[in-house]
């Protein structure tokens, strides 16, 4: 090797060294916090039968630590309702794990993390979805917020995101025809892991201004009797670009050893924001949607079972954001069901914010 040759080895050794030392003293470990919140004013008309309610849905505390530029800790806690009294109100660690993000096209996650299905599930702050409140489709079919103790592995890949869930699964005694799997739940308390849960999630985003995707959910869930094993399926879009915002998703969920035999529903929300052609700095966006669920859509018995909890409902609204974490929406609802014409109508107001 000539002495040329030598010296510009030397130099991009020296180089990549200072680059690194660099790089390694640029980071400091530090400690981070943020949060969510929302009050609500709901009014209800169920066949003449009014009811007026002003709720502080939730307050959410986000507390996170970054160990170094691959180890970090997050967490959610979350106070439902104001306060916790005699079965009243809900206390909740929704989110508490460590993470190690070893490259862009994987890292690991431990502790209490979400289930990676649909779209609110894993992003259900008050500036992230239309209507005061969450849509029904993410309460009785994806049981919106669904948590619990397990393991992940995520990463992002040429335009894919995909994580997959390893984690507790649900309580088949507590599926019911009026809630689905949502009772089912274990919330990571002293959870029974005797059937772990299987959760697939891939979404695609290289196009601009769209997400597209869905995800795969499976549990032989525990049963005092028998085991009741289900398969979630849901389809998702969201779709932003020159003030129009597109939103849809479908999902499916079938049982096995048991009465309920499959739930399943949809929503699907149109939104334009004016602001560029008012020529202001809020965002101004009315929205409309239609949505219908119906968590008995197949049962043993079938008849007027599988009708009783077969929903339609539409809705108009409105959602101003004077900045991109303050939201300010209103609402106007009809829902009925597939058994019976009476509709009840629902009115409701909303402040939300983060940050």
Do not use: C
């Not at 201004?209 to 525990?222: F, M, P, Q, R, V």
């Not at 609402?331 to 983060?354: A, C, H, M, P, W």
């Amino acid at each position: 090797m000539n002495i040329h040759k030598l010296n510009i080895l030397i130099l991009i050794l020296a180089i990549s060294f200072v680059d690194s030392k660099a790089q390694f003293d640029f980071f400091e470990s530090k400690a981070t916090i943020g949060g969510y919140g929302e009050m609500h004013y709901n009014y209800k008309n169920d066949n003449g039968i009014t009811k007026n309610t002003l709720d502080f849905h939730r307050f959410v505390v986000f507390v996170g630590y970054s160990f170094s530029e691959k180890w970090s800790f997050k967490s959610e806690i979350e106070i439902e309702h104001n306060y916790v009294s005699d079965g009243e109100g809900e206390l909740s660690l929704e989110q508490a794990y460590l993470d190690y993000r070893f490259r862009d096209y994987l890292g690991f996650q431990a502790g209490v993390i979400l289930v990676s299905a649909g779209l609110i599930n894993e992003n259900h702050e008050p500036t992230q979805f239309f209507g005061v409140e969450r849509p029904n489709y993410a309460k009785y079919i994806i049981p919106t917020t669904w948590f619990g103790n397990g393991f992940a592995m995520y990463g992002n890949y040429s335009g894919f995101e995909y994580k997959f869930n390893f984690m507790e699964g649900l309580l088949g005694d507590k599926f019911s025809l009026n809630n689905a799997i949502r009772n089912g739940r274990q919330k990571g308390f002293e959870s029974d892991a005797s059937a772990m849960l299987y959760n697939l999630r891939i979404d695609y985003t290289d196009i601009l201004g769209l997400k597209i995707g869905g995800s795969a959910t499976y549990n032989n869930s525990i049963s005092d009797s028998l085991s009741i094993p289900f398969t979630l399926l849901e389809f998702h879009a969201d779709y932003r670009q020159n003030g129009l915002i597109l939103v849809g998703e479908y999902g499916n969920i079938n049982y096995s050893n048991n009465q309920l035999m499959n739930s399943n529903g949809f929503y699907f929300d149109f939104g334009y924001d004016f602001s560029k052609l008012l020529n202001v700095d809020w965002k101004i966006i009315p929205f409309g949607r239609y949505s219908r669920y119906n968590t008995a859509s197949e049962t043993e018995n079938g008849g007027d079972e599988e009708k009783m909890f077969d929903y339609s409902e539409w809705m108009f609204g409105i959602s101003i954001l004077p900045i991109e974490s303050i939201a300010l929406k209103a609402d106007y609802s009809q829902n009925k069901t597939e058994i019976s014409s009476t509709k009840t109508e629902f009115v409701n107001l909303g402040i939300g914010y983060r940050f």
